[in-house]
């Protein structure tokens, strides 16, 4: 593909229409263009301070990310703090990356957030940096079926980099769910959201 198309994918007013009001083979390639040309790419980076939410949260039990990318939080994550990882996401690139982390326990799978069905229940369910990929329509009712699939202390655990921007997503959790973290990281203007 010439490159000037490519730039089309990745450019940032472009990026955000195709990547919410596209149709999912739209959105993919977006995504796709987004780690091939490494923008996305953080594999290799561990993402510590979101690892140390995920641990106390995991209790060496079940994690689902969903949206998962490079998933950089896997490579900070201390050994036995799960038993198992699942990570799903649209792109096939980003999977492809991701996996580069993969073991018995650790598995990535391309699927969409939108269909995603629950195997079993989980201790933690990760949405870092990707539930505002989920329309708005449907993101209230998956979270309560994703509530539905935690394990009894389970929690289903946001971050939002841009949390101004997106403050409708954080007002809608807050009043549907019960929070147990409302915060922001250290140093950091990411906010997480742990809830239930
Ligand atoms: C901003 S990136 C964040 C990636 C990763 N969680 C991180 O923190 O580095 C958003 C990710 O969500 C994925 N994504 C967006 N919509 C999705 C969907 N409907 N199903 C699965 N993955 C999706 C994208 O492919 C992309 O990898």
């Not at 010439?2 to 007013?13: D, E, S, V, W």
């Not at 389970?154 to 807050?174: C, D, F, S």
Request: charged share 25%; hydrophobic share 40%; glycine share 8%.
């Amino acid at each position: 593909m010439p490159g000037k198309l490519k730039k089309l994918f990745t450019a940032r007013g472009l990026h955000y229409l195709f990547t919410r009001f596209g149709s999912a083979a739209l959105r993919k390639k977006c995504f796709d263009e987004k780690y091939l040309n490494g923008e996305w790419d953080y594999s290799g980076k561990p993402d510590f301070p979101l690892a140390v939410v995920v641990e106390k949260y995991a209790a060496a039990g079940h994690i689902l990310i969903l949206g998962c990318g490079s998933a950089s939080v896997v490579g900070a994550l201390k050994p036995g703090s799960f038993q198992t990882l699942l990570g799903i996401d649209l792109s096939p690139e980003a999977v492809k990356l991701a996996s580069r982390q993969k073991s018995e326990a650790v598995r990535f799978e391309v699927g969409d957030i939108a269909e995603f069905k629950c195997g079993r229940k989980y201790d933690v369910i990760l949405f870092a940096e990707s539930i505002y990929y989920v329309s708005p329509l449907r993101r209230k009712k998956l979270l309560k079926y994703l509530a539905e699939n935690l394990t009894g202390q389970g929690k289903i655990i946001v971050t939002i980099a841009q949390p101004e921007r997106y403050a409708n997503i954080l007002k809608m959790i807050r009043k549907n769910f019960q929070v147990a973290e409302d915060r922001s990281f250290q140093d950091s203007a990411r906010h997480l959201l742990v809830f239930r």
